[in-house]
């Protein structure tokens, strides 16, 4: 009652002036000096060098980030726009779906012109590929559509080429790709198979008269869903289909079909229509396809997992169905890699913008008549926001990681890319959907404002949740792939190598029975807290599946009855990853302010992994030293307060890519601004 009180005072206090004397005098109004926008670089220090945390982020290319994001923002093609005195680039999402196609395509073309994607399927190295991710990265930041059109075009259309090509292939599609003279995409999704490639209903006949392979749609669920490109541009696809040779089904393959010509028009034999208007992502032009005897020639399989001689025998060097089926997959490695440094990219986006906000918006005065507070002196506001900002900076280290493991890929590190991609996806784009709905919150009613991004931003990237594998589907692989790695090293004389389960090899950490700052902040205690987590789900999930085993159930059926175990040694398995290459890039720094801060970030990314559900259900954690972790992570947060704007900054995302409530959103705002 008291502070109900108080505030009703304040309220009176603000509105009317004493009243006069006389009775009769009506009170008059007054006003308290107006809000002015103050930058929040003219308060806030900065303790360490912003361009080294950068490039400690980022890691590489920088130079080629900073030249395509000047391109971006001298072009009237992507939608520049004065808001508060400062020049904001996106897209214009009150466009129709038609008009938003036809903006993605011509930004393409603008890029494409300027040569943007020179080499990116021709040129051969490590350099080029991190150069491709750059550029992706940076074109995520402006819109996820262009990022998704071009991912399908190189990414998938081309890098099937790459794989599951042979020279002759590489030789007639990989330069047309580059040049645009070919627009390709990626037919595997079906009306009726997601997930389950395997299970997919196009079926392809060869026909050794003609030498021609035939493709058919034999029933509505096996048209092919959500084809990027499909609806409008893409000239050529990759089709996956079930290959039925002299009448043995030989499983998933790949082959190249045509479905426009050079005019636009499409094929004979080939009906499209469009997938229709979508939360998110609509300069896509996603598309359905039915094959009606579509014939292709021999050569237009691609065969470097298996092939069909001319009179029709079918010729693999890979015997194993399973293994044969997994070569096929191996594509959508890549498209993963994008999706999940690209998530990263956008939960900056989302901080940046909110951080920003809360260092120049204020709200309440804790005492009559004193200045209202900025919203990130508030405990509870540090509290929503910097352990984040924690998360997405570790996840930075993660994703780095997952493109060097990539770009040096032989097949011997094929599965860990699996693992950790397939891992890592799952992680970062369930974490850019609650990182950009707390940033949302954060922002209050200015974060339902298209301009703002942050709210919109959510719509356009819920579906990385689903595309390139349904995220729990994912995590129900890296746990397969643990459980293979554990029976693996129960055989005599084996250990554990490999995925970062070395630690199984050592004896089970302890937690201290009382937790301390100092222990807590210790970076080989938070390692040994997250193997402890991994080691025991692992160790539960083995046994449980074991379990059902014994009752005489299939290895797939104890699986799935192990779903919640398996999800959560996913996560498990991620959030240890993710800590070790934070602290390997910690390792690389000499003493000093930015060391330091990274300790920080570093010890409330960890703690907050300890806060998961598992350390309190599996009792890692006594109830007294969960709530010790609660009340450091509190402090960590204060500590770092001063550096909030720093870190947001050493994201090297240009102002013209975030909002204007990023800046000074009271100009933003204005009349005047409203009358232009």
């Given amino acids: ?296 020639p021999r050569e237009n399989l691609l065969n470097s997992v298996a092939d069909v001689s001319p009179d029709g025998k079918y010729l693999s060097a890979i015997k194993d169905p399973d293994q044969r089926f997994a070569a096929f997959l191996a594509p959508l490695t890549a498209g993963r890699v994008n999706i999940a440094v690209n998530a990263v990219y956008q939960s900056k986006v989302g901080l940046a913008i909110a951080i920003r906000y809360a260092l120049t918006r204020r709200a309440f005065s804790l005492k009559p008549k004193e200045p209202e507070v900025l919203l990130l002196d508030y405990p509870s506001h540090q509290r929503r926001l910097l352990p984040l900002l924690a998360k997405t900076c570790a996840m930075s280290f993660g994703a780095n990681y997952l493109k060097m493991l990539y770009v040096k890929r032989t097949p011997q590190s094929n599965k860990i890319i699996h693992v950790v991609s397939s891992s890592f996806k799952a992680t970062f784009t369930w974490s850019n959907m609650q990182i950009l709905q707390e940033c949302r919150e954060a922002c209050g009613g200015q974060g339902l404002k298209t301009e703002n991004r942050v709210g919109h931003l959510k719509a356009e990237h819920d579906v990385q949740s689903t595309f ?31 995925l970062g389960l070395e630690h199984m090899n050592k004896p089970c950490p302890v937690i201290p029975s009382q937790l301390t700052t100092t222990t807590l902040r210790c970076s080989q205690f938070q390692m040994d807290a997250l193997c402890l987590r991994e080691r025991d789900l692992l160790n539960r999930f083995v046994a449980e599946v074991s379990q059902c085993r014994a009752k005489g159930e299939s290895k797939e059926h104890a699986f799935i009855m192990s779903y919640q175990l398996a999800e959560d040694l996913g996560k498990a398995f991620s959030d240890r990853t993710i800590l070790q290459t934070f602290v390997e890039a910690e390792a690389t720094l000499a003493a000093g302010s930015l060391k330091d801060v990274l300790g920080m970030l570093r010890s409330l990314y960890a703690l907050n992994c300890l806060e998961d559900g598992a350390y309190l259900r599996y009792g890692y954690l006594s109830v007294e030293n969960a709530a010790t972790v609660r009340r450091e992570i509190t402090k960590i947060c204060s500590e770092l307060r001063p550096h909030a704007l720093a870190l947001v900054s050493s994201f090297g995302i240009p102002d013209a890519f975030l909002s204007p409530i990023a800046f000074n959103w009271i100009d933003a705002n204005s009349w005047s601004s409203a009358q232009h």
Wanted: proline share 3%; hydrophobic share 35%.
């Fill in 1 to 296: 009652m008291d502070r109900a009180f108080q505030r009703t005072k304040v309220l009176t206090d603000h509105l009317l002036q004493p009243p006069p004397s006389s009775s009769f005098q009506i009170p008059s109004l007054y006003s308290n000096a107006c809000l002015n926008y103050s930058p929040p670089e003219l308060s806030e220090k900065y303790a360490f060098d912003i361009n080294d945390m950068r490039k400690l982020m980022d890691g590489h290319d920088l130079e080629e980030r900073d030249r395509l994001f000047g391109m971006i923002t001298q072009s009237k093609v992507f939608n520049p726009k004065v808001r508060g005195g400062k020049v904001f680039v996106s897209p214009d999402y009150n466009q129709s779906m038609e008009q938003q196609r036809e903006m993605t395509w011509k930004r393409i073309e603008y890029l494409f012109e300027r040569g943007v994607f020179q080499g990116w399927l021709t040129g051969e190295g490590e350099e080029v590929e991190m150069r491709r991710f750059a550029c992706f990265e940076v074109l995520g930041l402006f819109d996820h559509s262009i990022s998704i059109k071009l991912g399908v075009h190189f990414f998938l259309w081309g890098g099937a080429i790459q794989f599951f090509g042979t020279k002759h292939h590489h030789d007639k599609w990989l330069r047309d790709t580059e040049n645009y003279l070919i627009k390709g995409c990626f037919a595997m999704t079906e009306l009726g198979h997601g997930s389950n490639v395997r299970g997919i209903e196009t079926i392809t006949t060869y026909d050794s008269n003609t030498r021609e392979f035939v493709i058919n749609t034999p029933c509505e669920s096996a048209q092919k869903y959500w084809i990027g490109g499909a609806a409008n541009h893409a000239t050529h696809t990759i089709v996956f289909s079930q290959i039925n040779i002299n009448g043995t089904n030989q499983g998933v393959h790949a082959l190249i079909a045509q479905i426009r010509d050079a005019d636009g028009n499409v094929c004979p034999n080939i009906r499209i229509a469009d997938c229709g208007h979508k939360i998110g992502l609509n300069g896509v032009d996603n598309g359905r396809i039915w094959f009606d005897n579509v014939r292709v």
């Fill in 468 to 498: 390139e594998g349904d995220n729990n589907i994912l995590m129900q692989q890296v746990s397969k792939a643990l459980f293979a790695e554990y029976m693996a090293a129960q055989k005599p004389n084996k250990a554990f190598k490999g």
